[in-house]
């Protein structure tokens, strides 16, 4: 696959405060690539200084084979950006601000295919006052696609979203990705990068900590899984913390859940249990590591703070 976006040693500072410290990373062509981070993390900064909206200090950026930092015109032409909130004007009709956006470039797509594109050509003639909050992001998504781009930059397309309409946007996106287009995602989602990423880059303190696909960077860290069980059984919690390889018990009233790196083994260990009638369960899964426990064991914070 050939590279679409290269990023070469990248470095931003703010006085004495180095927001972006000697990043570098590639993007493939049709890749579906997700930046993740801490808030003050330098994401935003990274993101901001690819799209031309910030001049870097030092490194090399380049898309599409062209030189951002020399020819930022060029870019724009190549480049589509969905804001994480985007302000259209109430009393203009969708179908017209399509129209008006695909004016300001050398080169747009028919508006008619783009509104089927994100699937609001049913919504074409109607204000945008009138429209659902899922709806005006799919106008945003519509705008960011008018010039056809090559790579397209979503900064947490999702946020704010009812789970409907956060799915319906991760289909848009994945039909982007089956047109080879990239797409550079920001999301304080994780279950969203999990789904939609073939590779995430973990950014902290200004600099990439780990750079994978999300179910390499869950296999390789040697996450704990968690056994959630429900059982009535008074001396449960007894019963459950002398069972080897378990390695911490937290009890939500009937409901326990066993920390353990070795789950298939305390899935047999509690099937021998309740066939000698030693516990009464009622209910029992497994959770599996996930990204979230990936970014939490290597930043040591939640995503928002």
Known sequence: MS??????????????????NDVSFSIEKGEIFGLLGPNGAGK???VEMIEGLRKPDSGKIEVCGIDALKQHSKIKEVIGVQLQSTTLWDKVKV???????GSYYQKSLPTDEI?????????????????????????ALALALVNDPEVVFLD???????????????????????????????????????QLCQRVGIIDHGKIIALDSPGNLISTANLESAVEVTCRSEDAEAIFTNIKGVDKVSKEGNRYILHT??????????????????????????????LEDVFLQLTGRKLRD
Request: aromatic letters at 4%; hydrophobic letters at 35%; charged letters at 25%.
């Open 115 to 139: 509104l089927e594109q994100v699937a609001i050509s049913d919504k074409q003639d109607s204000y945008v006052s009138t429209l659902s909050g899922g709806q005006k992001q799919r106008v």
């Open 95 to 101: 179908k017209e601000i399509v129209d008006l956006f």
């Open 44 to 46: 935003t900064t990274t």
């Open 156 to 194: 947490e397309p999702t946020t704010g979203l009812d789970p409907q309409a956060r799915r319906n946007v991760w289909t848009i996106v994945e039909g982007l990705r089956e047109r080879q287009k990239t797409i550079f995602l920001t999301t304080h989602y994780m279950e969203e990068a999990e």
């Open 261 to 290: 790196k070795e789950s298939s083994s305390i899935l047999r260990e509690l099937t021998h249990l309740t066939d000698e009638n030693k516990l009464q369960l009622e209910g029992m899964s497994v959770r599996q590591g996930t």
């Open 3 to 20: 590279v679409t976006v290269m990023v070469s040693d990248l470095v931003k500072r703010y006085g004495s405060l180095v927001a972006v």
